[in-house]
């Protein structure tokens, strides 16, 4: 998902990396375990703190700790489509054209929350 925030392809990853991207995109789907140097070298060419790659697990046994429907939006945000939808939400400035948008996107969702002041959505 890191990877995938800040705009890097596979092929890049892998070339920083010296890898080919089908070695990334195994690591990415889980079917090769990543040692500890080389997620070292991953987040520093992502940026980000081997810290990073553990949020949400507990110190104990290594299982998850949040529930089950945490997991299900991540796996949903963490999709091209979910990484582009969040990334160009928040890139509109005006805070509130971003309430109105996520108001149409809850009534588009079927959501009956989606305008808490009780009236019409606002035209976009």
């Not at 079917?31 to 070298?41: D, E, H, P």
Request: charged residues 25%; aromatic residues 8%.
């Amino acid at each position: 998902m890191r990877r995938m925030l800040i705009g890097m392809s596979q092929e890049k990853l892998g070339d920083a990396l010296g890898l080919t991207f089908q070695q990334v995109q195994k690591y990415e789907k889980g079917a090769n375990r990543i040692g500890a140097s080389r997620l070292f070298q991953i987040g520093r060419v992502l940026g980000a703190p081997v810290e990073y790659f553990y949020e949400g697990l507990d110190g104990e046994d290594g299982g998850v700790v949040a529930a089950e429907p945490v997991h299900f939006v991540m796996d949903r945000l963490s999709t091209a489509e979910g990484i582009q939808l969040n990334s160009a939400f928040f890139a509109i400035e005006d805070p509130k054209l971003r309430k109105r948008i996520l108001d149409l996107i809850k009534q588009l969702a079927g959501d009956n929350e989606a305008d808490e002041s009780g009236g019409e959505l606002p035209h976009i």
